[in-house]
């Protein structure tokens, strides 16, 4: 199993570009997040998805957008690039249980917006 | 709004010692609790999970839970090198799945 795959590794975007941000998972889990990570913080959600066809927004979704057509793909849309989404976005994937939910990570995407 | 808050460190130990980690929590329908190790450069993968009060051991990692003060640690003992990295606390809050992550402790281990 790859596990969860995500392209590009890196990007650079210029200040009202758009792009998509694309995730791919081969373990069949539900659950779908996408999270982003700034310089010596944690991660914040972004939206995150229960299921094909099901999305919700998490705690900081605005200038994003997502879509789940496949349990396997969760894109990431960025709408209108700004210097404030440089960031390392995180796709991550789970399959909760209970009170238990690990969640898998991809290998990040590196964006920087001049 | 919910919070988990963390000490960002660095944290530093020497070789063999034992590393304690801390992380607090506002909201008190909490009721899973992970902790990731995260390298430089690299993506999260969970080390610990615990759910009930007290204390869960899994090799040289312990994970304290003491939900009636909303506080879990880790505790890593015989504290090698290779353990220098973030470590991520994140919490589940009741009716959902989602995480809220604290913003990680930075530690090293000094050979």
């Known amino acids: 199993n790859a596990g969860v795959t995500q392209t590009p590794k890196f990007r650079i975007l210029k200040i009202g570009q758009s792009m998509t941000l694309q995730c791919t998972q081969d373990m069949n889990h539900n659950y779908m997040y996408w999270y982003r990570q700034d310089p010596g913080m944690g991660l914040k959600l972004i939206y995150y998805?229960?299921?094909?066809?099901?999305?919700d927004k998490g705690e900081v979704p605005n200038g994003y957008n997502v879509s789940r057509s496949t349990t396997e793909d969760f894109p990431l849309r960025l709408e209108l690039a700004a210097p404030s989404q440089t960031s390392v976005y995180f796709c991550a994937s789970s399959y909760p249980a209970g009170a238990y939910n690990e969640q898998f990570f991809g290998p990040g995407t590196r964006l920087t917006v001049l | 709004q919910k919070e988990v808050e963390q000490n960002s460190g660095p944290l530093s130990v020497p070789e063999g010692a034992i590393a304690s980690l801390n992380c607090t929590y506002s909201d008190r329908g909490s009721q899973s609790f992970f902790w990731y190790r995260q390298y430089s450069g690299k993506s999260p993968e969970l080390i610990m999970f615990i759910y009930s009060n007290g204390d869960k051991e899994d090799g040289r990692f312990t994970a304290q839970l003491n939900k009636a003060s909303q506080y879990v640690s880790l505790l890593i003992r015989d504290s090698q090198p290779s353990d220098s990295a973030t470590y991520l606390c994140a919490v589940i809050t009741s009716g959902t799945y989602k995480y809220i992550f604290g913003t990680g402790t930075r530690l090293k281990v000094l050979a």
């Open positions: 998805s229960v299921g094909a066809g099901i999305t």
